[in-house]
C-alpha cells in the first residue's frame, strides 16, 4: 500500500502548476510571452525620422488651425446666442491659438514649409446662428482636437529630441484640456 500512495502523491506532484520562477514561459508582468508582444512595440518603434516629424508638425498645424477658425467663430456666436458656453469656447480658442503659435515655432525650428493656414472650411455655416450647423461645428471641433491627441500620442514615444518632446508634450496637454472643453460644451 505503501508505493500506491507515494505514487499518487507523485502524480499529484506533477500535475500542478510550476511555480512562475520554474516556469521558463512565464515572464513577470507580462500575461505571456506571445500576447505581450504589443506592450513591447512601443519601446522598439524607432525614433520618427525627420520626414515623417514635418510630416506629423504639418497635419497638427492643419489641425489646429482649422480648430482655432472653428472655436473662435463659435466663441463669436456663442457671446450673444450661447452664454454657457463663451467661456469654455473662449478656452479653446485660446488655447488653439497657443497650439498654433507652438507648432509654428516647431515649423520654423525644422525648416519645415511655413504652411497650417485653416482649411477653407473649417468654419463653414458656424456664424449663421443654426444649431444644426453650430452642433456640427462643435462636433469637427472634438473629431479635430481627438486626432491631434491621438496623433501625438502615437509619436511622442518615437521622438528622439527631447525639446521637440517637451514642446508637442505641451500641445498635447493643450489638446487634452480642448478635448475636455469641447466634450463638456457638447454636454451642455
Known amino acids: 500500500m505503501g ?4 505514487d499518487r502523491d507523485a502524480r499529484r506532484a506533477r500535475t500542478q502548476p510550476a511555480a512562475m520562477d520554474e516556469d521558463p514561459n512565464v515572464s513577470d508582468g507580462y500575461a505571456s510571452p506571445p500576447c505581450f508582444m504589443h506592450e513591447l512595440a512601443e519601446w522598439q518603434s524607432p525614433d520618427l525620422s525627420a520626414d515623417e516629424v514635418r510630416a506629423l508638425v504639418a497635419a497638427l498645424r492643419q489641425l489646429t488651425a482649422a ?4 472655436s473662435g467663430a463659435m466663441y463669436r456666436q456663442a457671446i450673444d446666442a450661447r452664454p454657457e458656453m463663451r467661456s469654455q469656447l473662449h478656452d479653446v480658442a485660446r488655447d488653439s491659438a497657443r497650439c498654433c503659435a507652438t507648432l509654428a515655432t516647431i515649423a520654423a525650428r525644422l525648416g519645415a514649409p511655413a504652411e497650417g493656414a485653416a482649411p477653407e472650411d473649417a468654419v463653414g455655416d458656424i456664424g449663421t446662428g443654426d444649431d444644426a450647423a453650430f452642433a456640427g461645428g462643435l462636433s469637427r471641433l472634438r473629431r479635430d482636437c481627438g486626432d491631434a491627441v491621438h ?9 528622439a529630441d527631447d525639446d521637440l518632446r517637451s514642446d508637442l508634450q505641451a500641445v498635447l496637454d493643450l489638446q487634452l484640456a480642448n478635448l475636455a472643453r469641447c466634450e463638456a460644451a457638447a454636454a451642455a
Not at 508505493?3 to 507515494?6: A, F, I, K, L
Not at 480648430?67 to 472653428?70: L, N, S, T, V
Request: glycine share 12%.
Open 3 to 6: 508505493t500506491g500512495s507515494q
Open 151 to 159: 496623433r501625438l500620442r502615437e509619436s511622442l514615444p518615437r521622438l
Open 67 to 70: 480648430g482655432a477658425a472653428r
